[in-house]
């Protein structure tokens, strides 16, 4: 009988880390032996709630906030999604964006059960495709691929309840103790933060799944 293996996942779709941390996790899990079944639930987290629609500009804003050139963190972040096998240029999306429409997405595409697929889209649509994410029409064009009527996700991402529900779960997770993604937890038992090398996501799984 397959073993299951419930992996909570807490990430934010403009978080450059996040994407290397979901490629990394999600070569961990192509390597797991036939006899485990593997469910993944995306869970909203802001990286900043207050980000306006129209978007601030990224390398601006960590100029001030660090007073360097962010090319120097940039050039990190590019090296190990290079590891990942992520070729990533952020210089290339200069915006940052507010998520609330994309993660409202992915939080009701947990019933298609493509929940992880589609976060990792919209991320991949950002960070590599350089698509505008707060435009209604990309994350249309992203959830018609999964599976959604071009209608009802219209509809979805602009439901003022939907969207107050989606900003109350990020809120409580970061009550919860979460202050940065992406943030993995397995089988509600162990927690893993941080884009953390290959390895540690193989001995992370391996020491869950021992004790399922």
């Keep these: 009988?397959?073993?299951?293996?419930?992996?909570?996942?807490?990430t934010d779709v403009v978080c450059p880390w996040c994407l290397v941390g979901s490629a990394?996790?999600?070569r961990a899990i192509a390597n797991l032996p036939d006899d485990v079944d593997v469910e993944i639930?995306?869970?909203?987290?802001?990286?900043d709630p207050n980000v306006p629609p129209e978007g601030v500009d990224v390398g601006s804003m960590l100029r001030e906030k660090y007073g360097r050139d962010p090319s120097e963190m940039w050039a990190r972040v590019e090296s190990e999604a290079a590891k990942a096998g992520v070729t990533l240029d952020l210089s290339q999306q200069p915006r940052m964006f507010n998520t609330a429409k994309a993660h409202t997405l992915t939080r009701l595409s947990k019933a298609n059960g493509n929940q992880h697929e589609l976060a990792n889209a919209i991320a991949e649509a950002y960070f590599l495709e350089h698509r505008q994410i707060n435009d209604d029409n990309v994350l249309v064009d992203i959830a018609a691929d999964f599976g959604w009527d071009r209608g009802d996700a219209l509809d979805a991402i602009n439901d003022e309840n939907e969207l107050a529900t989606t900003a109350q779960l990020a809120s409580s997770a970061a009550q919860q103790g979460i202050r940065g993604v992406p943030f993995f937890v397995f089988a509600e038992k162990y927690a893993l933060s941080g884009a953390q090398p290959?390895?540690?996501?193989?001995?992370?799984?391996?020491?869950?799944i021992s004790e399922l």
């Design 198 to 208: 290959d390895e540690v996501f193989k001995q992370a799984l391996e020491k869950t």
């Design 24 to 26: 990394r996790l999600d």
């Design 1 to 10: 009988m397959p073993k299951l293996l419930k992996i909570d996942v807490f």
């Design 41 to 47: 639930e995306n869970h909203p987290f802001y990286l």
